[in-house]
Every structure is written in structure tokens, then in C-alpha cells.
């Protein structure tokens, strides 16, 4: 007998190219089975969600979920299961002098898993700024972190922003790399210096340093360091790190995304990979911040609902090294689900320069099931970020 039946809503997987109505049966935390009408009667607990769309459990690239220890950092459910995601990876909120945290008292604690790249700085973001001198940098002391949890950490997270790269210059990302080379972790690197205070032809020299696998954040960014030229030219770089399997992850963040530097990279062919939050504090209240409400921009942006689904979720799963079970539905998977409600209506979606976009569809979490256990979803973190458009 199946534990739990998820019944009656269309299952949209493209990872199976699954798009329809069906049921989806789950047994011992698994998915057992994706079929049209599945009897109730063959499961212990069978949940309705006619009329609702049921996908592989969200997964957030970007975020920032040490909570009680950085200021900055979100309550991981609240962003997570409760919002209808069932994965968050923590973008290098801790270093390795500040990283114990993460397995003593937040993942112990927390419904979301969550999955650390782990700050290239020793002590992470809880200083700011993060890097302010060569010795904030401990080559031996990340190795020794990154062996000693690989259960949970998946990458090294570098941050080209002022005033590292003034002291430090295109060394600091190339140690960022060493690091995750030595140790078998792939690297994410923050594009976009918030202070516009370095030469943003950088991103030149950055991106040949990535190698398949590693990933850029902050790909729609109108700051300083983005892959946009002063003509608004995509840098040839940025599609050569595509075509080598660099991933492109567009985290919104307080400061990182802009629809119209978005449309001119669309427009020139060369698109992102994933879509995440860079869910932080005060960035929850102020600015995004759910996944839900990143996958409403992206339709609004002309993206089809299965191509958001697949930035959400498979892509996602393989950036982060964990596509051998999450991201997908398959049977034999573990069973993360998210289940969503497209509400019709008027809608408008901001960026944080100014910028906006409407929408006839919102994406709403309904329910987020983990390992085969069921949490309710609200609106997300930050419901009152959605405006009815008045116009």
C-alpha cells in the first residue's frame, strides 16, 4: 500500500516529458508511481488537488538561510516547504570558521534541505564586508570543511565584489576556484558589484577561469561586472561559459536583477539556466521574495510554464550535484513534490532598478511535500510583494 497519493492535478515533469492530468503515488519517502486514477483505496493518505499543477519539489539555487547566526539569514522554512520549496542551497552564508553551525543547529532543525556552497572568505558573511584582507582567505582550513562535510557542502561560493577584488584582484576567484578543484566541489561566483566601484570588464578575465559544472549568480545584473558591455553587448565570454556547461543562474536578490539587462541577454540567445531568490534579510521584505514569485517574473518574461519548471527544478538539481534524486519525479526518486495553483488576473512584478513587468498569471504554492511528508504552503515569505495592476 502506498503511503500518500497526491490526486487529480496535471503533473507537469519536462524532465519525463509528463504533462497531464495524473495521480502521483508515494511510498517510503519515494515516488512509487505517476499514473491517471490511481484508486485511493491502494493508499494510506490520499490529498486532492484538482485543478492544481503538481511538479518536482522547487529547488532554490540562491539563498541565504543562516538564521539566528547572520544577520541576514532567513528562517530556511519559512522561504522553504512553507513556500512550496522543498531544497534550498545556502550561497556561502558560512566559511570555514563559521561553518559548524550549519550541521548542529540549522539543518537538524529544519523541514527544507538544504545544501551549502561554502564562502571562499573564512568567515563568510557574517562580516561585512566579507573579504577585507589576503588572510581572509584559509586554503587549508576550507579543504579540511568542504572533506569533513560533503555530505552537505557541494561548492565553494566566491563574491566579485569591492572591496575584495581591491585588495585582492582576479587572484581571489582564482583561489575560489583552486579550492573547489582540490576539493571536487564546483564554484559559484557572484556577478555585480552593488558599490559600482571596479572595472565591470572583469567579467572577462572571470569567466574563462569556469569550468563545466560551476555557476554563475546574478546573470540578469545591471550593476557593474555583468556579462552586458557599455553598448549593451552580451561579453563573448559569457556564451563560451555556456557552451562549455557553465551554469547561469539569474538570483533577483536586493540589488541583483534587471528586466531590461534580462530581455537584452534574452535577445542575443543566450539564456539562463536557473532562476532563484537570493533570499536573505532585510531582501524578504523589501524586494522578491519567493520562488514562486521568481517563476511569475519569468512567465511574464515569455518563458513557457515548463521551461520555468525545468529552471526550478532539474536544472537546479544538477547544478548543485544532486540530480541523482532530486529534480524530477521519476519513480525510485526521492519523493519532493511541489504543488502550485496559476491564479488568473493582473498582475505587476518589479525588479530593483525600477523596472516592471505584467503578468495575467501568478504562481501560487499550495503544498510542498518532503520526503514524503506534507507541509501546507502560503503565499510565500513576502505576500504583499504581488500588486493587482491598477491600470
Request: charged share 20%; with cysteine; proline share 5%.
Given at each position: 500500500m502506498y503511503d500518500l497519493i497526491i490526486k487529480g492535478g496535471t503533473v507537469v515533469d519536462p524532465s519525463q516529458n509528463i504533462h497531464g492530468l495524473n495521480d502521483v503515488a508515494v511510498e517510503d519517502g519515494k515516488i512509487a508511481r505517476i499514473a491517471p486514477d490511481i484508486p485511493s483505496a491502494e493508499a494510506k493518505r490520499t490529498v486532492e488537488v484538482k485543478g492544481k499543477v503538481v511538479i518536482p519539489g522547487?529547488?532554490?539555487?540562491?539563498?541565504?538561510?543562516?538564521?539566528?547566526?547572520?544577520?541576514?539569514?532567513?528562517?530556511?522554512?519559512?522561504?522553504?516547504?512553507?513556500?512550496?520549496?522543498?531544497?534550498?542551497?545556502?550561497?556561502?552564508?558560512?566559511?570555514?570558521?563559521?561553518?559548524?553551525?550549519?550541521?548542529?543547529?540549522?539543518?537538524?532543525?529544519?523541514?527544507?534541505?538544504?545544501?551549502?556552497?561554502?564562502?571562499i572568505c573564512r568567515t563568510g558573511l557574517a562580516t561585512t564586508p566579507d573579504i577585507f584582507s589576503p588572510d581572509s582567505i584559509d586554503m587549508d582550513g576550507t579543504a579540511k570543511v568542504i572533506a569533513e562535510n560533503r555530505n552537505i557542502i557541494s561548492g565553494v561560493k566566491a563574491r566579485m565584489v569591492t572591496p575584495a577584488l581591491d585588495i585582492m584582484g582576479?587572484?581571489?576567484?582564482?583561489?575560489?576556484?583552486?579550492?573547489?578543484?582540490?576539493?571536487?566541489?564546483?564554484?559559484?561566483?557572484?556577478?555585480?558589484?552593488?558599490?559600482?566601484?571596479?572595472?565591470?570588464?572583469?567579467?572577462?578575465?572571470?569567466?574563462?577561469?569556469?569550468?563545466?559544472?560551476?555557476?554563475?549568480?546574478?546573470?540578469?545584473?545591471?550593476?557593474?561586472?555583468?556579462?552586458?558591455?557599455?553598448?549593451?553587448?552580451l561579453v563573448p565570454e559569457a556564451k563560451e561559459a555556456h557552451d562549455r556547461g557553465v551554469w547561469l543562474d539569474t538570483a533577483h536578490g536586493r540589488m541583483n536583477f534587471s528586466f531590461d539587462v534580462g530581455q537584452k541577454v534574452l535577445d542575443q540567445g543566450v539564456l539562463p539556466h536557473c532562476i532563484s531568490t537570493d533570499l536573505t534579510l532585510p531582501g524578504r521584505e523589501l524586494t522578491v521574495h519567493s520562488m514562486t514569485e521568481m517563476m511569475t517574473r519569468f512567465l511574464a518574461m515569455d518563458f513557457t510554464f515548463d521551461q520555468v519548471v525545468t529552471m526550478s527544478t532539474e536544472n537546479p538539481a544538477k547544478a548543485a550535484g544532486v540530480?541523482?534524486?532530486?529534480?524530477?519525479?521519476?519513480?525510485?526518486?526521492?519523493?519532493?513534490?511541489?504543488?502550485?495553483?496559476?491564479?488568473?488576473?493582473?498582475?505587476?512584478?518589479?525588479?530593483?532598478?525600477?523596472?516592471?513587468?505584467?503578468?495575467?498569471?501568478?504562481?501560487?504554492?499550495?503544498?510542498?511535500?518532503?520526503k514524503g511528508e506534507v507541509f501546507e504552503a502560503g503565499w510565500g515569505p513576502r505576500p504583499w510583494g504581488w500588486a493587482p495592476d491598477q491600470a
Open positions: 522547487l529547488i532554490d539555487l540562491h539563498t541565504h538561510v543562516y538564521a539566528g547566526v547572520n544577520a541576514t539569514g532567513v528562517d530556511p522554512d519559512i522561504g522553504g516547504v512553507r513556500s512550496g520549496v522543498t531544497t534550498m542551497v545556502d550561497a556561502g552564508s558560512a566559511g570555514c570558521d563559521t561553518f559548524g553551525g550549519f550541521p548542529k543547529h540549522i539543518i537538524p532543525n529544519t523541514a527544507t534541505e538544504i545544501i551549502c556552497f561554502l564562502h582576479i587572484e581571489m576567484p582564482r583561489l575560489a576556484k583552486k579550492a573547489a578543484k582540490e576539493a571536487g566541489v564546483r564554484l559559484m561566483v557572484h556577478i555585480g558589484d552593488t558599490q559600482k566601484k571596479y572595472d565591470p570588464n572583469v567579467i572577462r578575465e572571470l569567466l574563462p577561469i569556469l569550468e563545466e559544472g560551476d555557476i554563475v549568480t546574478h546573470y540578469f545584473t545591471a550593476n557593474p561586472g555583468g556579462v552586458l558591455d557599455s553598448d549593451g553587448k540530480a541523482d534524486r532530486l529534480g524530477t519525479l521519476h519513480p525510485g526518486k526521492q519523493a519532493d513534490i511541489t504543488v502550485l495553483d496559476i491564479q488568473e488576473g493582473s498582475w505587476v512584478l518589479y525588479d530593483v532598478v525600477g523596472g516592471s513587468r505584467k503578468s495575467d498569471k501568478a504562481v501560487i504554492p499550495v503544498m510542498a511535500v518532503k
